[in-house]
Antibody
């Protein structure tokens, strides 16, 4: 069974930093592109970032470019999102998601989400 | 970036009736050489992560009831629930995976009338 288990929620001050993690199991992690998607309270889904199987390609939404860094450790079956210079508008539930096999595919499994609250 | 626009923003349908949600992309998501539309639909119930319902615009994910169907091509797509059940109350999102950044529609909230 595919599982994506995310770290617990946190509160951080504006300007602060945070690293989210997503532990994968039930599939061959290093075969798949992985993503981060966020959802502000009461709002829709916003795609954040992707990383290919070998970390060869990363991509970011304009809203986080230069502040967030996606990474993965295939030996630990883990995905990460390093978040710096956090703003109040980064407050959201952050999901990790697994892309289906192949190039440019939908997201077939999602984590349960990590709530990030940026507040003073 | 490809902008995805859904309509309506919310919808109330009686149990057993048909529900139709539309999604329009700002540019075609049809890959001509393989005749596939890079368009997916997701269902999100309260307190849960999204769940993949349909991909390639019209292919149901394994385990998804056949009352859910997708149609359309190019820039205009539709998700249809043929006979609404109480468990279908959710927010539905379309997403293009034709290009990066992957973009979602704003969501359509489906309720029981």
């Amino acid at each position: 069974e595919v599982q994506l288990v995310q770290s617990g929620g946190v509160v951080v001050q504006p300007g602060g930093s945070l690293r989210l993690s997503c532990a994968a199991s039930g599939f061959t992690f290093d075969d798949y592109t992985m993503h981060w998607v966020r959802q502000a309270p009461g709002m829709g889904l916003e795609w954040v970032s992707l990383i290919t199987w070998n970390s060869g390609t990363t991509y970011y939404a304009d809203s986080v470019k230069g502040r967030f860094t996606i990474s993965r450790d295939n030996s630990r079956n883990s995905l990460y999102l390093e978040m710096n210079s956090l703003r109040t508008e980064d407050t959201a539930l952050y999901y990790c998601a697994k892309e289906e096999s192949g190039n440019l595919r939908p997201f077939d499994h999602w984590g349960q989400g990590t709530l990030v609250t940026v507040s003073s | 970036d490809i902008v995805m626009t859904q309509s309506p923003d919310s919808l109330a349908v009686s149990l057993g009736e048909r529900a139709t949600i539309n999604c329009k992309s700002s540019q075609s998501v049809l890959y001509d050489s393989i005749n596939k539309n890079y368009l997916a639909w997701y269902q999100q119930k309260p307190g849960q992560p999204p769940k993949l319902l349909i991909y390639w615009a019209s292919t149901r994910e394994s385990g998804v009831p056949d009352r859910f169907s997708g149609s359309g091509s190019g820039t205009d797509f539709t998700l249809t629930i043929s006979s609404l059940q109480s468990e279908d109350v959710a927010v539905y999102y379309c997403q293009q995976y034709f290009d990066n950044p992957r973009t979602f529609g704003q969501g359509t909230k489906l309720e029981i009338k």
